[in-house]
């Protein structure tokens, strides 16, 4: 036997306002038939493939500490410092730049949500596969 991820849950204070800031990074959807509204308590977003989902629950202290678990994105469309600046644009704050840290072209920038919850922006697919093909 083995088990899958149901969804993956992000403890908060307001579960509305932060599904729908998450909603804008990612591009995700309410349930249909469970539409997020102001005062929920718990707020359900769903990839428009319907492959992941991400609960925001709301919770009574604060964060106070780095997160144990964290998302990693990667651009759909366009450059990793691209996103880097949509995002900032949409209210990410910036907690460390790690580009390069391996070598030129390399890196993530670490950035946090509107409530401080961490999350990365990595380089998307063609910009690994080019820096690995400049390196040959």
Same mark, same amino acid.
């Given at each position: ?40 308590? %718990?707020?359900?977003?769903? @990839? $428009? #493939?319907?492959?992941?989902?991400? =609960? ?5 202290? /604060? ?5 144990r678990?964290?998302?990693?994105? %990667?651009?759909?469309?366009g @450059? $990793? #410092?691209?996103?880097?600046?949509? =995002?900032?644009?949409?209210g990410?704050? /910036? ?17 946090? #949500? ?8 990595l ?14």
């Open positions: 036997m083995t088990a899958r991820v149901s969804h993956t849950s992000v403890d908060c204070r307001n579960a509305y306002e932060l599904s729908e800031w998450w909603k804008g990074v990612l591009d995700y959807t309410d349930l249909p038939d469970d539409p997020n509204e102001p005062g929920h308590e %718990e707020c359900m977003l769903v @990839s $428009r #493939d319907g492959a992941h989902r991400i =609960l925001f629950i709301e919770v009574p202290e /604060e964060k106070t500490v780095k997160n678990i964290h998302l990693d994105l %990667e651009p759909v469309q @450059s $990793r #410092d691209d996103e880097l600046a949509r =995002l900032l644009a949409h990410a704050t /910036e907690v460390a730049d790690l580009r390069g840290k391996y070598g030129p072209g390399t890196g993530w920038v670490v950035l946090a #949500d509107p409530e401080g919850n961490e999350f990365c922006i380089r998307n697919t063609a910009e690994r596969e080019a820096a690995t093909s400049s390196a040959e």
